[in-house]
């Protein structure tokens, strides 16, 4: 009931993303992005005793499907803001995607990175020109660094995921899976998997189900369970995340709107261990032949393993930009399992 | 001139499929095949100098374009011939296309494969419910062995390539690059590579684009160049293939047919080392997030070289199914350059 809600509440409900700012969002990007395919494999069927639906957003631009929220954004800004240039705050495919973005609206980026950045995520953004700036190696160094930038240049922060443009550009790839299912089967999913870093994606396609008969279920990698936590709070717990072959997946917490969002449409959440995501990941490439990064294979990982029997499932594939030695390292672990 | 034709030259142009052969395979193949994408990445396009669309068939059934060439034969069979079963010798994905579509139409199939076959691809033909018979070593010993087993049971051959409904079949993928890049860019082709093995796709691919401003070029491994050497020859010439990475493009010699309608069509064959198909691979694995074995590279590995300089150019990649040890050797060779 609105009278019963706090200030707070009501200020974050009216900053909500609804479901058609999804499709107000997919009209937007549409001549931008890629068709990236819905994939379908009978040895991963197999495993999963279910009809998967599997939704490369590793194939879309920069790898991930951060070049949605970046661009959905971006695409809003007023032409005298936009001039004043971009930034953000990120050492993974956040990073590209707004460089890709600023790129293709011939427009400035600065991107703070932490002083460990791998050195190829640092020359993949320097390769589209945005500019680069090197600063601390945790997260508030980073963020704070980028407000200060922002403060004195009048750039504009892209969020990476608590931000209704950035949900509803997130939820595009969502939507965009729904409407492929529907027409080449002609029926809805019973349920479908997301992975959750900071929440943009999961939040996206809570909105892009809601409303149907598509349950959606969120995955985490353990011990990085910050939104598991935080619905059971009820408010965003912070967590200090432990380590995962996930890098994508590991923010110290989700975000408000996010929460919110999740609150009232995910099913729930699964967590997922580093073997599962090693031996999914080898499973797909060798099997259906896509490479995804680890934080890419954790909803595949989770239906693997957890998807209704029987059931018709929809899995959302993050991103593919990884580190060739991690991959030979996982292929050495179970392509042995996988070729049996 | 009809009435300067050799017996034989006759015979064979009766033989040979139209390009209205291929738009009702197309139909007759739709409803069982997977939509495979069209992939664009613009560090392949800066490495090409040009623009490059990707028709990606080591995302269709099986991880070939062979689905289609078997699948277009056996659905165009007499009921009462393909309840005879069929039976074919390969030792690649061909032997795993015949295994797809007679467990799809519920048909018996037996595989003639050499003694020497790896043990992944023997399991996966078994694994769709096909009979396999390990005979010698030679293409020439499998053959025979087929011959022999058809004539005693009536089993229906299907033939690698030689065939106006494999040719067809194949073209099919062709035809969709082709309609692909229509819809998406509103233009055509300027040229497209193929990769060449005993020519089904490359004549396929020369039908489908007959009478475009789309040019043909056919690609080789050096050292089993049968088609460079027959359409210099006039006629269909064997090799002694050489030692190759691309397993799926030695066969002895080119198909009849294939070299009929290749040497009216086709602009030129160029050839590709084990170093250019390693080196592609990687890249488009790395960059573009697929996996292909170094057969289906080919083609890529002959567009990143020899494309014409802001062209639109087409490339398929024919197949994707390849041993991990594989994988892991040529990341090992060549990872560091592609990321650097």
């Known amino acids: 009931m609105l009278s019963a809600m706090s200030a707070d509440a009501s200020q974050q409900a009216s900053n909500l993303p609804t479901t058609a700012d999804l499709l107000s969002a997919q009209e937007r990007l549409e001549p931008h992005l890629l068709p990236t395919p819905v994939i379908c494999n009978p040895r991963l069927d197999e495993v999963a005793g279910a009809e998967l639906w599997i939704k ?3 194939l879309q ?3 991930a499907f951060k070049a949605r929220g970046a661009l959905n954004t971006v695409a809003q800004l007023p032409a005298q803001t936009a001039a004043k240039g971009l930034v953000t705050y990120s050492s993974g495919n956040h990073a590209q995607a707004v460089a890709w973005v600023a790129k293709r609206f011939a427009l400035k980026a ?9 050195s190829v995520k640092v020359a993949a953004v320097r390769r589209m020109g945005a500019e680069v700036v090197m600063v601390g190696t945790t997260s508030l160094e980073r963020q704070s660094a980028a407000l200060d930038f922002a403060g004195k240049t009048g750039a504009f922060i892209i969020e990476p995921f608590d931000h209704a443009h950035t949900i509803a550009g997130q939820g595009t790839a969502a ?6 299912v529907a027409s080449r089967c002609g029926a809805a999913l019973d349920e479908v998997f997301v992975p959750i870093g900071g929440g943009g994606l999961a939040a996206g396609a809570c909105l892009a189900f809601a409303g149907s008969q598509t349950e959606v279920i969120g995955v985490e990698p353990e011990g990085c369970n910050s939104m598991q936590q935080s619905l059971a709070a009820g408010h965003v717990v912070s967590v ?3 380590p995962t072959l ?4 590991r923010p110290t917490r989700v975000g408000e709107l996010n929460l919110a969002i999740c609150k009232q449409h995910l099913r729930e959440v699964l967590t997922v261990n580093d073997d599962e995501l090693g031996l999914s990941l080898v499973r797909l490439l060798l099997w259906a032949k896509i490479l995804v990064e680890p934080s890419g294979a954790a909803a595949l990982a989770a239906a693997l393993r957890s998807a209704r029997k029987g059931a018709r499932v929809g899995v959302i594939l993050s991103g593919g930009n990884m580190a060739a030695s991690t991959l030979v390292e996982l292929l050495g672990k179970h392509a042995a399992a996988v070729e049996a």
Chains 1, 2 share one sequence.
């Open 240 to 242: 200090e995340p432990g």
């Open 61 to 63: 631009h920069i790898g």
């Open 56 to 58: 490369a957003e590793n």
């Open 246 to 249: 996930a890098d994508g997946l």
């Open 175 to 180: 939507l965009e899976l729904q409407q492929e």
């Open 110 to 118: 600065t991107i703070f990175m932490p002083t460990n950045a791998p």
